[in-house]
């Protein structure tokens, strides 16, 4: 079940996190210069004032000279900027020629205002200059543009986001940076700004201006923004350390391998190798790797970050402003699995008549119906060498095969599979599965045959279990006490359909937001299912406010006024008062009145908007309560459920989830695929 997590008021929060000054760099505090006027304001301007000499006298008389169209210089205009509301018959002809600057100064000053209005100061710097107090500014918003809305001014923001972003990793600090904009921005745009800027995903995000210049909107937003301090910086740290060890080792890792003679070599595999049979080049890699890995992951540096880091917590779920990152995902299936080429292996120091296959634990084989084998055997049981006289290729060795079944990860496992060994995010043809391991189906096969049996079954190896992953597999088998504990899976999200419904006028079901595709997400931790619910969504479910209202005032002022006939007929007619129907529909009134005071008190409570989305919520079928944990009599949440017809939950709000699939999935023939890279 999930509990929604305590979030302080926004003051304080913002307080806690050490947040007193948002750093704010738009073009509208550039001073202003010609280039930057929008050249037919420039020329309507001029129409206007070239043909009339009492206005060329009011600006003589203020001692600015505009004679010609090329007297209007970065001065000229400056002065006119300066006295735009002092010149008396100027005033329109003035808001013709500065009418951009007037509207981005406008939309910069409702942003400040907003700021401001949380108790936080702003710092405020153009395309040119710099933020007085930058190093106190642990949230800086960037605009898109810093000038025109071309490439040039994409280029002085990007410019402007590495300049800070250098000077605060020179003070050991990074500020998050919020790109935002007045034109709307796709996902790429936004992503590709990243990257050009160098910036880590931890400290970035994007908030158009439209949602900065809506007070409790920006409130949110800075609020879920500030909720991920200091976790982010110290997270963008580490990989800071990470990439100059990566950097330091390169050189130092070349030296090693190039220093080592070929004796070295000779000796390894004559003395190491001879009777082994473990094949020269992967030895040399492997051995290699370690050394990377001890340069790198074991440097002090990194090893001090990684301290820093462990002392960090989550206390809640940072609220979701961007897509899920795959590579999360990509990095845990590089971390289980190595892909390997299709063609099933021979020793490579093999001849046509020892033409034997080289396996190694944990190497996986599968076929066209994506039946799956994995090899179980001790890694020295299976090596051999054709010139070696003590380590010939034993043909009779039993190979153990340990069968699995892909699951795909849209469905949740069943009881019996919850006791079963998983090995969760294998991806196959693009397609995510979880892998479910069946101890009681193993099987053997004779070494000498087996190469006969994959290619006559049409099995191919293109996997191999690492080895962590496939120790614990085969010590599940064999029932050894030294079982090695795996890291936990991450987080594997899916996409989901949400859609907010509440009821009519006839208390039947009304939908209220959605349905979106977009803005909710499943996701399975530990084999269990829970949603996600993006920062959108909480917006889309607020902008219903005002209709939810009417519904609910319509339905109580329906109900008082029945109950109010009922009482006057009784009356009239002398009759006892209909005790059970007025009871009824008093009970009835009681609960729209005790919604609208929920609601009332959820619409004005940031923290309790915050909490519905920082969490994630269960979507088990076997949860006692659809209600959802702390929004008891606002929120239910139904899965994979149709809700038509009379509205049945006893919460004002239900929320449906639903697996997305597409149209041609109805049937279940095309499952969800992953994103190719």
Known sequence: MSTAPVVPESPTLFKTKGIVDIGMIDDAFDPLKVESLVDADVASFWAELEHEEAMQAELRAVGIGLEKKADLNDDVLRQLWAQRTLIA???????????????IIADAEEIRSNIEALHLNVQEAGTTSDLSNEARCKIILLDYYLGDQDEAAVEASVAK??????????????????LMSSAPLSSAHIEQFRKRSDLIG????????????????????????????????SMVSLIEAVERALTASRKLLSEKMRDLSLEDYAYIDRLALKEDGQPFGEYILWLFGGELHKLVFESDEVRAKCLEVDKTTFPSLPVKQLVPSKNLASMFRSAQFQDLPSEIPVHPLGDKENEHLL????????????????????ECDLAYSPKSKGRHFSKDKSI??????????????????????????????????R????????????????KGWLEAEGYQRTYRLRLMYALQAQQRFTADFGRVGPPIAPPIFMPATVEVLSFDAKSKYRSVSGPSESLAALVNIKGKRSCLFDLSFL??????????????????????????????????????????????????????NNHKILFASFLKDREAQLGLISVAHSVDEERES????????????????????????????????????????????????????
């Open 539 to 592: 917006e889309n479910l607020l902008a219903s406010a005002d209709g939810v209202n009417t519904v609910l005032d319509d339905k109580i002022t329906q109900l008082t006024t029945l109950a109010a006939e009922l009482t006057k007929k009784a009356e009239a007619e002398s009759k006892p008062l209909p005790a059970t129907e007025l009871e009824k529909l008093n009970d009835r009134v009681e609960k729209f």
């Open 89 to 103: 018959g100027l005033e329109k002809l003035l808001e013709i020629l500065f009418r951009r600057k007037h509207q």
């Open 359 to 378: 396996l190694s634990l944990g190497d996986i084989f599968l076929d066209q119906k994506n039946s799956l084998w994995m090899i179980l055997n001790p």
């Open 202 to 233: 931890g400290i970035f995000h994007h908030i158009p201006k439209t949602d900065l210049k809506n007070k409790e909107t920006l409130e949110r937003k800075l609020m879920a923004i500030a909720m991920s301090l200091p976790i982010a910086p």
């Open 400 to 433: 153990v095969l340990l069968p699995g079944t892909l699951q795909l990860l849209t469905d949740a496992p069943s009881q019996d599979d919850e006791n079963r060994l998983r090995t969760e995010l294998f991806v196959h043809n693009n397609i995510e599965y």
């Open 161 to 178: 986001a590495i300049e800070i972003y250098q000077r605060g990793k020179d003070r050991g600090e990074y500020p998050v940076f919020v």
């Open 626 to 677: 659809n209600a959802v944990t702390g929004y008891e009599g606002l929120f239910d949440l139904e899965f994979e459920r149709e809700l038509r017809g009379q509205y049945s939950s006893k919460c004002l709000f239900t929320i449906s989830v639903k697996v997305n699939r597409r149209a041609s999935d109805a049937d279940g023939a095309e499952p969800i695929r992953m994103e190719a890279k």
């Open 435 to 450: 892998i479910i391991w069946d101890f009681k189906r193993v099987m053997t096969k004779a070494y000498g045959e087996l």
